[in-house]
């Protein structure tokens, strides 16, 4: 039985219209958006002008206003706010679409042949480089070794990230160029495999990938372009209009100021430098940046990191994993580093953002917070974020409120790793892990995102996790841990007016009320009345940003941002672009 609709507002929203005709009357949809307060409203009809909403509402009210605006016919098709991914990797995804991706393969076989198949394509590659593996989907019980890799290529060096980033895969002549030995000590942070007689084994874990990343030649520019350009197709593709970067250098953060200058970002970046050192001191030397390029690149964050991932037992949890009695995982910093960190950016003025995903790293990343305030007490209204929050000892849940901190969670990964979570955690532990409802329940704000390309990009994805805690095959029967679900309506605040608000963009980004940004979506079907286990199958038809198509299913021309005056009235507003 499909679930009733829920209980809406039907009014129109509105602002005084700039003078002269509204450049785009979107009419006869079946649109839906939230509001500031994340009521609920439908509509038929909206106006937008100068690359923002002037009203959402009934067409007969609205159809009088809109003479001499293109109009763009709906056909009853569902219209939904753009959505916004608040913890992604956007360079990263451009990677693994061209390279050797293995994402999904359910055996080391078919990895070894996608390798294969990559490198013969490719002689001239000095390097070869891939990833999206997992150990766990391949029922191996352990990790790949450097042999199985020269197996696939053994002419020239190779590495491979595992699906989480927190693990590569290196063949014989990666691990001779990098120098690493029996006697190569595990560095700070990471890990070096071994086989049992102590000889690196070809796996690399969190620090020590370094090792032999360090050693791969940086893209070229033409490379480096091409990568985002394929990455920003993917977003638009599943309706991404938005995205939080999880982590930059200076490179990346170059290749979008000239991407931004140019007009050509199809979707909003808000990018969090990686680390406090010298990437953030050149970035950062100016201070945080805020609406550049008509409002398409905010850099005003920083990403640090307090552990690894839970499916390469890296994640530091309190007590030893339950499949691994020896292992507690990895902390990447001491605490009184961490708390430095926290205070060089909070002196800069840039809201911190902190991956944690075990128990122990969660409390640390709490520590930190609570002294750093202690000394900068305007801190607190940076809206500062624990990235994942996976895994949180029960009684450190409340301290994310008194701390007026932001969870930024991703729904996939409960429903990817519930197969694995139990075997490393323990039942016990699975009280305060993927605990979506719990965080709400005290008024924590959920950020939802994907951690991309470790997920799919597809935020329909995200949206069935969160609502059903099944898979694609609806496993298990009634969801996983089913009390912690989300409602359809909390599923896309999560990923509209939250997101925006983790981001300080509230008040353009994350709805569709008058004065924001006319960032939107058509679907192929009601995300409110379809049945649950059918969100995830959505196909997005068209992906608008700031009144720009740029996306369509049906292969019309996408309009292109630097063929609009300055990406939609972007002109004026990057007159207003300015660091805070």
């Known amino acids: 039985m499909r679930p009733a609709p829920p209980m809406l507002l039907a009014c129109t929203l509105a602002f005084a219209a700039p003078a002269g005709a509204t450049s785009l009357f979107v009419d006869h949809v079946n649109g839906y958006t939230l509001d500031r307060d994340g009521a609920l409203h439908r509509f038929d009809a909206m106006l937008v002008d100068g690359g923002k909403v002037v009203a959402t509402g009934r067409h007969d009210d609205l159809a009088a206003r809109a003479e001499g605006a293109e109009v763009l016919d709906g056909k009853g098709r569902t219209l939904l706010p753009g959505l916004i991914d608040a913890h992604g990797h956007v360079f990263d995804l451009g990677f693994a679409r061209n390279s050797a991706d293995v994402t999904g393969t359910t055996s080391l076989a078919d990895a070894q042949a996608i390798v294969r198949h990559y490198a013969a394509a490719h002689p001239d590659a000095a390097w070869i480089r891939g990833g999206g593996w997992n150990q766990v989907l391949w029922k191996l019980g352990r990790f790949p070794t450097a042999a199985e890799l020269d197996a696939a290529v053994g002419d020239r060096p190779a590495l491979l990230d595992r699906v989480d980033g927190h693990a590569a895969w290196a063949n014989g002549a990666a691990l001779k160029l990098a120098g690493i030995t029996r006697d190569t000590r ?76 140019a007009h050509t970002l199809t979707a909003r970046i808000y990018a969090m430098i990686r680390g406090t050192g010298d990437a953030f001191d050149a970035i950062a030397k100016d201070g945080p940046l805020s609406g550049y390029g008509g409002d398409f690149l905010d850099v005003r964050a920083v990403k640090l990191y307090a552990d690894g991932a839970l499916g390469s037992r890296g994640a530091a949890l309190l007590a030893p994993y339950s499949d691994d009695a020896r292992n507690t995982g990895l902390l990447f910093h001491a605490p009184d580093a961490l708390l430095a960190m926290v205070e060089k950016a909070f002196g800069k003025g840039y809201q911190v953002c902190v991956h944690a995903i075990g128990d122990r790293a969660n409390r640390e990343a709490l520590d930190a917070f609570e002294h750093a305030y202690r000394d900068h007490a305007g801190a607190r209204a940076l809206r500062n974020r624990i990235e994942h929050a996976q895994v949180v000892a029960p009684t450190d849940i409340p301290r994310f409120k008194a701390l007026d901190l932001v969870a930024s969670m991703q729904p996939t990964h409960a429903t990817s790793d519930m197969n694995m979570a139990e075997a490393r955690l323990g039942a016990k532990r699975l009280e305060g892990a993927y605990a979506w409802r719990t965080f709400l329940k005290q008024g924590t704000r959920i950020a939802g ?11 329909f994805f995200g949206l069935h996790a969160a609502v059903t805690r099944q898979d694609h095959e609806g496993r298990p029967p009634g969801g996983w841990r089913a009390s912690q679900a989300l409602t359809r309506t909390e599923a896309l605040r999560a990923f509209t007016l939250d997101a925006a608000w983790a981001e300080h963009r509230e008040g353009t980004l994350g709805t569709l009320e008058p004065g924001k940004w006319a960032d939107f979506i058509l679907v192929d079907r009601d995300y409110f009345t379809v049945p649950a286990r059918e969100i995830w199958k959505t196909r997005v ?13 049906d292969g019309a021309r996408e309009d292109r941002r630097a063929s609009t005056p300055a990406a939609a009235g972007g002109a004026a507003h990057a007159a207003d672009a300015r660091r805070r």
Do not use: Q
């Open 186 to 261: 595990d560095p700070d942070g990471g890990r070096i495999e071994r086989d049992a007689d102590g000889n690196p084994s070809g796996v690399l874990v969190d620090g020590a990938i370094a090792l032999v990343a360090r050693k791969v030649p940086p893209p070229t520019e033409a490379e480096a372009d091409a990568m985002l350009d394929s990455a920003l197709a993917d977003m638009a593709r599943v309706g991404l209009t938005g995205v939080g970067d999880a982590g930059i250098d200076a490179d990346v953060y170059r290749l979008y100021r000239r991407h931004a200058d």
């Open 449 to 459: 995102g994907s951690d991309f390309p470790v997920e799919s990009p597809n935020p």
């Open 541 to 553: 038809l068209e992906t608008w940003v700031g009144g720009v198509r740029v996306y369509a299913a």
